[in-house]
């Protein structure tokens, strides 16, 4: 899990350190440099807030003082954007053969608990191991980090001052509350934790005992507490029951691609009037409304998702991470792989391509109204309006050949 959505996650940091919606304490990032005792002053100063914020000074003297600056998480932290992948290339990693047989063997371990959380929270076991297995591969890959470690650097660098720090009222929180030790609260460089990958605030607000020992261990061995914890999750962010993330689908020749928008809901029903139909032909069920999302434009895949869809997204927003969970789930509960080509011969825009192409695009007179290297809705309707412009299908597909043809044609 990368963190909470947004908004509930700054009003969580917000009300754990008792500060205005918004705030900042920092906004300047310092250059990395290994500045242990630099840390150790902010360790000193952050102590007043962490004390007013509920932490008793045991807790706090016990598991702050001493922990040193990590400058290899502070970089990683700032160089994310740089990492890209197509979907195609992520989907083949994520949701390979192997990981696939893995999936349908932990769930078979685990069936009798899993199908009882199923009871319980009304989340398909299938979706709780999917997210299992991209997160630790079950529980294979954890993550050996010391939390506080990480989070205090990133609280520390300042980029993103208020979420860190936050985070680390959050992890001594957890272990004020006794749900681990010091030596056990270990995660991945960003600071998610366990088999299912909790940021500290979602633990704080999620994590479940279900295990019934009087703790919330997603760490140990045992994955029961994890598992459980994760479907309290969906279950709080909104997950339907009996409703699918989505459909895989084809889409007809003739189909108005300006259709193909998260915006634009309809039933499966109607979908199907339009020729939007399962790969078999059939009519997709009418689960409720539902978008067309196409990844990779009108030469890839393409799927009709439901609003499972979008709370899976509030665990990873990325859409290639929520067709994989998807996409696993189903191929654990038996289903075929994907149907749908891909546009293999694209690669993914690397950062300054991304940059360059919002860039562009504004100029053109198609406003992406920020230029943060993000293909998010407003980049890929600026896209839209571009491609509309040019006579090209509206797909809103951001590659490398739309940058080219941009570059020599704006």
């Not at 990325?318 to 654990?332: F, N, S």
Request: aromatic share 8%.
């Amino acid at each position: 899990m990368k963190d909470l959505p947004v908004t509930r996650t700054l009003a969580l940091i917000c009300t754990i350190l008792a500060l205005p919606a918004g705030a900042e304490t920092r906004p300047v990032a310092r250059p990395i440099v290994a500045d242990s005792a630099g840390l150790q002053g902010w360790i000193a100063e952050f102590r007043t807030r962490a004390l007013a914020a509920g932490i008793t000074a045991q807790t706090y003297d016990s598991a702050m003082p001493g922990l040193r600056f990590d400058p290899k998480v502070v970089e990683r932290d700032r160089n994310q954007s740089e990492f890209t992948k197509t979907i195609w290339d992520y989907l083949g990693t994520a949701v390979s053969d192997l990981r696939v047989s893995n999936g349908k063997a932990a769930l078979a371990r685990q069936r009798d608990t899993l199908k009882r959380i199923e009871a319980e929270y009304n989340v398909p076991a299938e979706i709780v191991t999917a997210i299992w297995g991209l997160e630790s591969a079950y529980g294979t890959f954890r993550g050996s980090d010391p939390v506080l470690r990480s989070m205090a650097s990133l609280a520390y660098d300042a980029r993103r001052a208020a979420f860190f720090e936050g985070q680390v009222i959050a992890a001594l929180r957890i272990l004020q509350d006794g749900d681990t030790t010091l030596a056990n609260l270990e995660g991945s460089w960003a600071g998610a934790m366990g088999h299912t990958q909790f940021m500290p605030t979602s633990f704080i607000e999620h994590a479940v005992d279900w295990t019934g020992d009087g703790r919330r261990d997603i760490w140990g061995d045992d994955p029961r507490d994890a598992l459980a914890s994760t479907a309290a999750y969906l279950r709080a962010n909104g997950w339907v029951a009996g409703q699918p993330w989505g459909v895989e689908v084809r889409i007809p020749e003739g189909f108005d691609y300006l259709l193909a928008n998260r915006e634009v809901l309809k039933a499966p029903s109607e979908w199907a009037a339009l020729g939007v139909r399962d790969t078999t032909g059939a009519s997709v069920p009418d689960h409720g409304s539902a978008s067309i999302l196409l990844p990779a434009g009108a030469e890839g895949a393409a799927f009709m998702v439901f609003d499972n869809f979008e709370v899976l997204e509030s665990y990873n927003t990325a859409d290639a991470y929520v067709i994989a969970v998807g996409h696993l789930a189903d191929r654990i509960a038996g289903s075929e792989p994907l149907e749908g080509a891909w546009p293999r011969q694209d690669r993914a825009l690397t950062y300054d391509e991304r940059i360059d192409l919002q860039k562009r695009l504004t100029a053109a007179g198609f406003d992406t109204q920020k230029i943060d290297a993000k293909i998010g809705p407003l980049t890929v309707n600026a896209v839209r309006g571009w491609q509309l412009s040019k006579g090209l299908v509206p797909d809103g597909y951001a590659s490398p050949r739309l940058l080219e043809r941009l570059r020599a044609d704006p």
